[in-house]
C-alpha cells in the first residue's frame, strides 16, 4: 500500500506563487511570465505533467521551455501510477453496476426506468471518478512541490507553479495546512514591490 507523506521544510519558508496555465499561451502572456521570472527569481517551478511524457513535457511544453531559458528549473509534479490505479478502484463498481444495468434492458416493461437508472449511476460514476482524481491530484502535486523545495538550502523559497484553477483551489488548502505561503500571482498588482515587501 502507498502512503502519500508530506516532509516538513524544518524551519525553511517556502511561498508558491500560482500562474494559470493556458492551453496555448499567447507571446504577451509568456512575455509576462518571463518578467514574473525576473522579479521574484524563484528558486524553481513546478507544472502539473498530465498525460504528457517526460520528453514531450521537457521539449514542447511553452512554460517548460520558457523557464529552461531563464536558467530555472522546472519540475514536472504529478500523480503516481499507483494513485492512478486507486482512483480506478475507487469507481470501479459504480461503473460495474451501471453496465450491468443497462445490458439487463430485456424486461420492455422497465425498459425506460432501468436506462434512466444506468444513465444516472454513469453520472456519479463520472462524478467520483472525477471528484476523486481531482482530491488525490492535487495532494500528488503538493508532495511534488515540497519534495522539489527540498533539493534546495536556502532558508527562503519561491516556487512558480503552473496549474489550472480547479487543482489549485483544493492544493493551497493543504498547502497552508503544511505553512506553505501561497498567492494568485495574477491578482499581484506589481510583483517587484511584493517581492521587496514578502523578502
Known sequence: ????????????????LFVQKRK???EEELHSLKEMIEASAPEFAA???GERTLDNFY??????????????????VDISDYAKLSISAITLEKRRLAEMTEASLTDKANAEYVKVYASVLRDE?????????ISIRNDWMVKGILDSAHRFSKKDIICLFIGDMVHWNGMKETLHELGVETYDASALVDIKTFMQKHT
Open 125 to 133: 460514476y463520472e462524478s467520483m471518478r472525477r471528484d476523486e482524481e
Open 24 to 26: 496555448e499561451p499567447s
Open 1 to 16: 500500500m502507498e502512503t502519500l507523506e508530506f516532509e516538513p521544510l524544518g524551519g525553511r519558508r517556502l511561498t508558491v
Open 59 to 76: 521539449k514542447k511544453d511553452p512554460y517548460a521551455r520558457l523557464f529552461q531559458e531563464e536558467g530555472v528549473m522546472i519540475y514536472p
Open 47 to 49: 507544472e502539473e505533467l
